[in-house]
């Protein structure tokens, strides 16, 4: 019976059905903690909100206002809770600055905030855009905290799919349901809160997937049609997230391996592509440029952040390059991949077991991908090619925040600072996300001759992650602010 039920499982009904239903579950966890979490959390959330409401209202690359929108501050007074920041481990030195941003006195707050600057003004239009229409197309008369919870609810469609596009991609590669269901299952088990705030990380995680699905469809297919669509949604990649030029690359030298091993058969039709890519980009980047905000759109942030660049001579000495700052650097970027970057009552809202936890099987992940990519160097094909870009990944993003940490002095900025001038945002590493979940599966495959058993064991490690981060972010469950007790009119 349990045979035939495994049989079953992993036929070509029994995927399309997991992979649904992982998808389906995937966004419903999404929406879960995207309604626990009161408004706004400390990963940059409120300056993203004003950018909702400043791009909806048609602001461009050319405005230089970087102060809040008085209805940003209206609302946000309305709805915005003090649990992240104020609480038993609150910071004592912050104390005052504390108080000053979570006045009760409406004037007091507005005083404060509406000479406060952020740097997400800029930010991608792709994503801030479209939230900042629907929002404005939302009754004003509507429960304030129900306007603003629905723009966080974007993410869980957004969620949907990159679970959906994931699986479908971990098929592409592995050609094998158990191990492309596997990728799927274990998105659904890291616990990167990023993906519940009003942020634009989620869609730049999608995007690398979808461009990552047709650079693997264009390696077993090397066709125009598919190479105009790798084209395409490489520049969309990249102009929704600069740091998404790191994937892109490396997709297309899995295409240059590719065509390596058919002795450089078609081999024109990648720089066409590449061609292509550059065109469709063309019209942002000159908008970005001649409006003023350089190739990326950060020219001005670097500027709000009060970040200055150094000069060549003087990016070393730096901490990064003592065994405590590359320990720090690998470790807390790590942490904050898998764990996130939440706060709560002043501290990080993981524990020290979950920071250690996450450390040590990233390192013991690391360590048998390392072998099994060393052992398997000489075989040919996708998949082997595959570990290749997944090194060129991990490495290319280490490798630009490393340079990030020592270009710039960060001045009276909170992170970085003088004090911890190092870049560990996991976050902004996204791009390399199925790398991450075909390192994982593939490294756990290579345990097991049934393939069907690494299916359990990642779903093991997926159960034990969602009870860990229940546990962890319990807390948020019983706010007084989130949308359960503000729109549901339920008290945990």
Known sequence: MSKLLRANLFSKKGFS???????????????LFAMAYPLFNTTDELPNFDTVLKQGKGYSYEDRNYYFDTLTLELAHKVQSKEYLLGEFQNEDFVPLLKLQYQ???EGYF????????????????YFKPLGWMFYALPDDLNPYLKIYSLRFVNVVLAFFLAFWAITLGMQVFQNRALALSCGVLLLGIPQSIYYFINVDILSALSAVVFLLFAVKSYQHFTLKNLLLVALTGALTILIKASGLIIVCCGFLLLLFGRIEVRWKRFFYLPISILLMILLMLPGFINRVSSGVGLFATKEKVKVLGWTAKEVENYFPHVITSIGGMSNFFTKTWQSWWLGESLWEGTDIYSSFSTYYVTIITTLLLLVFAVRSYYLSNYHGLL???????????????????FLSVRYDFGNCVYPSKAFPIFVSGRLMLGMLFPFLFSFVDSVSGFFRDKKV???IVLCFTLFHLGLELIETKDIFYSNKNFFSKVLKISF
């Open 454 to 456: 690494v299916f359990y």
């Open 17 to 31: 059905t997991l992979k649904w239903t992982i998808a389906l579950l995937f966004a419903l966890k999404v929406l």
């Open 111 to 126: 005083s404060f905030f509406s000479k406060t600057t952020h740097q997400q003004t800029h930010s991608s239009p792709f």
């Open 104 to 106: 009760d006195d409406f």
């Open 384 to 402: 082997n090619n595959i570990r290749r870009i997944s090194w060129f990944s991990y490495i290319g993003y280490f490798l630009l925040f490393a």
